[in-house]
């Protein structure tokens, strides 16, 4: 007769323990931390470019 697969068996639950060390904690935060820094500079200057360019076309109207 065949064992069924349970939860206690999938490999999965073996690295359980490596994201409780505060080390890894630390670097996926500060990774994260400055991924988002890091893409939030592109989000700021697209938005800049585009408040300039409705700017831009508002006074080009008006003239």
Do not use: Q, W
Not at 18 to 34: D, E, M, Q, S
Not at 52 to 57: I, L, P, V
């Amino acid at each position: 007769m065949k064992k069924k697969n349970n939860e206690n068996n999938l490999p999965i639950h073996e690295g359980d323990g490596f994201f409780k060390k505060p080390i890894v904690r630390f670097v996926l935060i500060a990774g994260t931390v400055y991924g988002a820094i890091y893409l939030s500079r592109y989000f700021i200057n697209a938005s800049a470019e585009t408040v300039r360019a409705c700017k831009n076309f508002r006074n080009a109207c008006v003239e």
